[in-house]
């Protein structure tokens, strides 16, 4: 199995930018999709952007359209996601996930291997 380890969070202030790190180890991805989920305190984990094997295909979560941009590169075992014009709605804790099927979908029941994820604090 997989493990994944993110990075890249911090405490940051509105309008600002960060750019999450998600490294796999163990072995590579598997040739599925990857996905980032965020979860609030008090708040179940939500979808927040998924990408396809080839990097073709993406889905964002309503809320970070056109801010977020996520990305990944197969030879490093590394996806990214860029967050920008954060808001002090995307506080969360931020984790990566590997899918565990062939068709890419925002599912959370769809992902395993989670990260332990990492905190993004954005203060307004």
């Known amino acids: 199995q997989v493990q994944l380890a993110e990075s890249g969070g911090g405490l940051v202030q509105a309008g600002g930018s960060l750019r999450l790190s998600c490294a796999a180890s163990g072995r590579t991805f598997s040739r599925y999709g990857l996905g980032w989920f965020r979860q609030a305190p008090g708040k179940e984990r939500a979808f927040v952007a998924a990408i396809s094997w080839s990097g073709g295909i993406t889905y964002y979560t309503d809320s970070v359209k056109g801010r977020f941009t996520i990305s990944r590169d197969n030879a490093k075992n590394t996806v990214y996601l860029q967050m920008n014009s954060l808001k002090p709605e995307d506080t969360a804790v931020y984790y990566c996930?590997?899918?565990?099927?062939?068709?890419?979908?925002?599912?959370?029941?769809?992902?395993?291997?989670w990260g332990q994820g990492t905190q993004v604090t954005v203060s307004s």
């Open positions: 996930a590997d899918q565990r099927v062939p068709t890419l979908t925002i599912s959370l029941n769809d992902f395993g291997s």
